[in-house]
């Protein structure tokens, strides 16, 4: 398990190096929030094609969002570009200290099934510590949870 | 360089396929999707309708041709593989059958296909689902639902199905918005069909978090091998092109052929032979006994509007204020309540405002009073309670209805014969439906008097029907759109008209289980000569009750009528069901205009099937 975190650990780090860091400016929470499709036509016919989104994708890859490139940031053949993508749930289910965001994070990034409950309150405990403000990146998010795992006896062990 | 060399030669495999008649053989045509034809000299023809799919010119519709060519480029004389385009590459599943059913030792696949081990390496195999996102409010057409698989990997058991990938068919409509062509177009069979694998999460969000539907998983008891075997074959599908019609082959009937696929034993697609409706299949695979375990998402919508009204009536407007202002959480008539209660009302209000946001699209100004709310929700305890699970769609009932009905109108007796395609309309038994949402296609009724012949009394062409109840704190708008053939007994004695109907307004829940509503409507009726078209407006009030399954709709309409005096109508419907399948329906009607008033009534009893 030491071996994920100090993985995540190097990934967050070395993002820094390339040419354009993934998670600048305009890349942050506010911006990563999810948005839903309105309008009368939308709701009448939507139906009928049975699928609205990524259609043509026989993916192995997450796309981009143009904060994080794809391939950038993996760990054990998954992207963390995957973070990106749930950042809106993550905050969430931080807030609540549960939910399956946090639990999908959890196993990720290797923390056993007997610590998850107390990774959750660790994590609900410092949401402002983690979301300070509406322009945090999913990599400051990221390199602030491996501070707070650092600094809590139970998590510690999966931080290098 | 071919990692395999066949010792057979050509001759002896081909008489030996011929010999079995392994061109006949259900696998080959499940591989091949192949069905009757009439446009096919053979017969039959593969739904397949990319070239790139078949090894033999003729391939589409010469299922033996196919299956040489297959042979030959398998297995007698396979290319040297330089790239994931080779057959072998491609051919995954075609290749396990051929060795299996030829006697050939099996083999592995090539180490050169690289894409397919990665791919393969990246899609669990561990667990199976059908998943259902139900329709949602305010979307009659998302009636028919959709379904879709997802596959995940081994630590499912332990972690989230976040981490799971979903295999999905649709229609590939490229960038184009949706519109009434987009629908045309996807009913005609306009668009290719494509199978796609992305990650479930994303699923997750459009279906739960965007379009706000209620999502339904199916665990599914199939094993690694099995789910290992149809992985092998729908490899062999990417990016490959059917054609795409939404009342059959659709998404859910090209998932019942991977199941049957999956598993020999199974005869899922073949009980779906003229209309494939995703919640049929549902029933179908239930049916199957193939379903280990069910389990309910609520979407976003369904979440608050439940939590909701588990806040008593005179602390609600608590939640409007704060989804507002998060610091008005710091007013002292609100700490002085019990921490459960504002944990919960906190909750709500930032689940509102998070739905809201995603509504009216993002904003800085939003996603700071987000963060505020999430803030906030972080300083309390939120338990993990979920809200009440619905009654499942399985359980709803079929989806084609007959009805026989007799009654009186104008002082004259009849009986009513009908029959409707699909779906579900307002008053029908709602368990496992989405209550206040109606989707009506093909909806006959033929009526005799007692003096007369028998006649077309109308034919409804489609109608569709969203009263929302969730106008309580959802800004929803109510809808009725409908054309067909109707008759009205004040015009043109009585005759066949082309109808268009549309009414919009809003509903609101007046008390549980009643929503009240008003709706202006607009109607154009055309009879045979242009110079007799009417054109009529009208505002409709109503109530509809639901209780145990029984539903009433009241409604008063008071109509300008195009060239005549003003009509005012009140009716009721009644809807009790028996069963799951069988239920009496009783209307009663009273028209009145210009002093003159019509009464009629009809009794009706009502099977599904």
């Given at each position: 398990?030491?071996?994920?975190?100090?993985?995540?650990?190097?990934l967050?780090?070395?993002?820094?190096?390339?040419a354009v860091?993934?998670?600048?400016?305009?890349c942050?929470?506010?911006?990563?929030?999810?948005?839903?499709?309105?309008?009368?036509?939308?709701?009448?016919?939507?139906?009928?094609?049975?699928?609205?989104?990524?259609?043509?994708t026989?993916?192995m890859?997450?796309?981009?969002?143009?904060?994080?490139?794809?391939?950038?940031l993996?760990?054990?053949?998954?992207?963390l570009v995957?973070?990106?993508?749930?950042?809106?749930?993550?905050s969430t289910d931080?807030a609540m200290g549960h939910?399956e965001a946090?639990g999908?994070?959890a196993?990720m990034?290797?923390?056993?099934?007997?610590?998850?409950?107390?990774f959750?309150?660790?994590?609900h405990d410092?949401f402002?510590?983690?979301?300070?403000?509406?322009?945090?990146t999913a990599?400051?998010?990221?390199?602030?949870?491996i501070?707070v795992?650092a600094?809590?006896?139970?998590?510690?062990k999966?931080?290098? | 360089?071919p990692s395999?060399?066949v010792?057979?030669?050509?001759?002896?495999?081909?008489?030996?396929?011929?010999?079995l008649?392994?061109h006949?053989?259900?696998?080959?045509?499940?591989?091949?999707?192949?069905?009757?034809?009439?446009?096919?000299?053979?017969?039959?023809?593969?739904?397949v309708?990319?070239v790139?799919y078949?090894?033999?010119e003729?391939?589409?519709?010469?299922?033996?041709?196919?299956?040489?060519?297959?042979i030959?480029?398998?297995?007698?004389n396979?290319?040297?593989?330089v790239?994931?385009?080779?057959?072998?590459?491609?051919?995954?599943?075609?290749e396990?059958?051929?060795?299996?059913?030829?006697?050939?030792?099996a083999s592995?696949?090539?180490?050169?296909?690289a894409?397919?081990?990665?791919?393969?390496?990246?899609?669990?195999?561990h667990?199976?689902?059908?998943?259902f996102?139900?329709?949602?409010?305010n979307?009659?057409?998302?009636?028919?639902?959709?379904?879709?698989?997802?596959?995940?990997?081994?630590?499912?058991?332990?972690?989230?199905?976040?981490l799971?990938?979903?295999?999905?068919?649709?229609?590939?409509?490229?960038?184009?918005n949706?519109?009434?062509?987009?629908a045309?177009?996807g009913i005609?069979?306009?668009?290719?069909?494509?199978?796609?694998?992305?990650?479930?999460?994303k699923?997750?969000?459009?279906?739960?978090?965007?379009?706000?539907?209620?999502?339904?998983?199916y665990?599914?008891d199939?094993?690694?091998q099995?789910l290992?075997?149809m992985?092998?074959h729908?490899?062999?599908?990417r990016?490959?092109?059917?054609?795409?019609?939404?009342?059959?082959q659709?998404?859910?009937?090209?998932?019942?052929e991977?199941?049957?696929?999956?598993r020999p034993?199974?005869?899922?697609?073949?009980?779906?032979?003229?209309?494939?409706?995703?919640?049929d299949t549902v029933?179908?695979?239930?049916?199957a006994?193939?379903?280990?375990?069910?389990?309910?998402?609520?979407?976003l919508?369904?979440?608050?509007?439940?939590r909701y009204?588990?806040?008593?009536?005179?602390?609600?407007t608590?939640?409007?204020?704060?989804s507002?202002?998060?610091?008005?959480?710091?007013?002292?008539?609100?700490t002085?309540?019990?921490?459960?209660?504002?944990?919960?009302?906190?909750?709500?209000?930032?689940?509102?405002i998070?739905?809201?946001?995603?509504l009216?699209?993002r904003?800085?100004a939003?996603?700071?009073?987000?963060?505020?709310?999430?803030?906030?929700?972080s300083?309390?305890?939120?338990?993990?309670?979920?809200?009440?699970?619905?009654?499942?769609?399985?359980?709803?009932?079929?989806?084609?209805?007959?009805?026989?009905?007799?009654?009186r109108s104008e002082?004259?007796?009849?009986?009513?014969?009908?029959?409707?395609?699909?779906?579900?309309?307002?008053?029908?038994?709602?368990?496992?439906y989405?209550?206040?949402?109606?989707?009506v296609?093909?909806d006959?009724?033929?009526?005799?008097?007692e003096?007369?012949e028998?006649?077309l009394?109308?034919?409804?062409?489609?109608?569709?029907?969203?009263i929302?109840?969730?106008?309580?704190?959802f800004?929803?708008l109510?809808?009725?759109?409908?054309?067909?053939?109707?008759?009205d007994?004040?015009?043109?004695n009585?005759r066949?008209?082309?109808?268009?109907?549309?009414s919009?307004?809003?509903?609101?829940?007046?008390?549980?289980?009643?929503?009240?509503y008003?709706?202006?409507?607009?109607?154009?009726?055309?009879y045979?000569r242009?110079e007799?078209?009417?054109?009529?407006?009208?505002?409709?009030?109503?109530?509809?009750?639901?209780?145990?399954?029984?539903a009433?709709?009241?409604?008063?309409?008071?109509?300008?009528?195009?060239?005549?005096?003003?009509r005012?109508?009140?009716w009721?419907?009644?809807?009790?069901?028996?069963?799951?399948n069988?239920?009496?329906?009783?209307?009663?009607?009273?028209?009145?205009?210009?002093?003159?008033?019509?009464?009629?009534?009809?009794?009706?009893?009502?099977?599904?099937?």
């Open positions: 398990m030491k071996k994920t975190i100090a993985g995540v650990l190097l967050g780090f070395s993002s820094t190096t390339f860091a993934p998670g600048g400016p305009g942050g929470w506010g911006n990563m929030l999810l948005e839903g499709k309105s309008g009368l036509a939308m709701h009448m016919f939507a139906g009928t094609t049975n699928g609205t989104w990524g259609n043509a026989f993916g890859t997450f796309g981009t969002n143009g904060c994080s490139v794809d391939g950038a993996t760990y054990g053949g998954n992207s995957w973070f990106d993508g749930v950042l809106d749930e993550y931080v939910g946090l999908a994070v196993v990034i290797g923390v056993e099934p007997a610590d998850r409950a107390h959750g309150e660790v994590m410092n402002e510590v983690l979301f300070p403000t509406t322009e945090t990599q400051e998010v990221l390199n602030t949870m501070v795992m600094n809590d006896e139970t998590l510690k999966y931080v290098g | 360089m395999v060399v010792a057979s030669n050509e001759s002896s495999l081909i008489d030996k396929a011929l010999g008649e392994l006949q053989s259900r696998t080959w045509h499940q591989l091949l999707h192949v069905e009757s034809s009439t446009r096919s000299p053979t017969g039959i023809e593969s739904q309708d990319d790139r078949f090894l033999a003729n391939g589409k519709t010469d299922v033996q041709a196919e299956l040489l060519a297959s030959d480029a398998l297995l007698v396979p290319d040297a593989i790239n994931d385009d080779h057959p072998r590459c491609r051919f995954v599943a075609r396990v059958w051929l060795r299996s059913e030829l006697g050939l030792p592995e696949v090539p180490s050169e296909c894409l397919y081990h990665q791919w393969r390496g990246v899609i669990g195999s667990s199976m689902s059908l998943v996102p139900a329709s949602y409010l979307s009659p057409s998302s009636m028919f639902g959709h379904t879709l698989l997802r596959l995940d990997p081994e630590n499912i058991e332990e972690g989230s199905p976040w799971s990938w979903s295999l999905n068919f649709a229609a590939d409509t490229g960038s184009e949706f519109s009434a062509g987009y045309l177009k005609a069979g306009g668009y290719a069909g494509k199978f796609n694998t992305i990650p479930y999460f699923k997750l969000q459009e279906y739960g978090a965007i379009e706000n539907r209620d999502i339904w998983e665990k599914l199939f094993n690694e099995e290992a075997r992985l092998e729908v490899w062999e599908l990016d490959i092109n059917f054609d795409y019609y939404f009342f059959r659709n998404c859910s009937y090209r998932l019942l991977l199941m049957d696929y999956a034993s199974l005869n899922l697609a073949s009980q779906f032979r003229l209309t494939t409706i995703p919640a029933k179908a695979v239930v049916r006994d193939i379903v280990s375990d069910t389990h309910y998402r609520a979407s919508g369904t979440g608050i509007q439940s009204q588990s806040i008593p009536r005179h602390l609600r608590w939640v409007e204020q704060i507002t202002d998060a610091e008005s959480a710091s007013k002292s008539e609100f002085e309540l019990d921490v459960d209660m504002q944990a919960n009302i906190v909750r709500v209000a930032n689940d509102l998070t739905y809201r946001s995603r009216g699209g904003s800085k939003m996603a700071q009073r987000r963060l505020s709310l999430l803030k906030l929700m300083q309390y305890s939120i338990d993990e309670s979920t809200i009440p699970i619905p009654e499942p769609p399985e359980i709803g009932h079929d989806t084609r209805t007959v009805t026989v009905g007799g009654g002082k004259q007796d009849y009986t009513e014969l009908g029959f409707r395609w699909s779906y579900h309309d307002l008053l029908d038994r709602n368990n496992g989405l209550k206040g949402a109606g989707i296609l093909s006959i009724k033929l009526r005799r008097y003096e007369g028998t006649q009394q109308s034919f409804g062409l489609v109608e569709l029907q969203s929302s109840d969730r106008a309580l704190i800004n929803s109510s809808w009725n759109f409908s054309a067909g053939l109707v008759r007994a004040a015009r043109l009585n066949l008209s082309v109808k268009l109907t549309g919009v307004g809003k509903s609101t829940e007046l008390v549980r289980n009643t929503i009240g008003a709706l202006v409507e607009a109607s154009v009726a055309q045979n242009i007799n078209n009417f054109v009529d407006g009208g505002l409709r009030l109503g109530v509809l009750n639901y209780f145990r399954g029984a009433a709709q009241l409604e008063l309409k008071v109509e300008s009528r195009h060239d005549e005096s003003m005012v109508s009140t009721l419907n009644y809807n009790v069901p028996l069963a799951r069988h239920a009496l329906r009783f209307s009663y009607s009273r028209n009145t205009q210009s002093a003159n008033t019509i009464q009629s009534g009809m009794a009706q009893y009502r099977f599904y099937y």
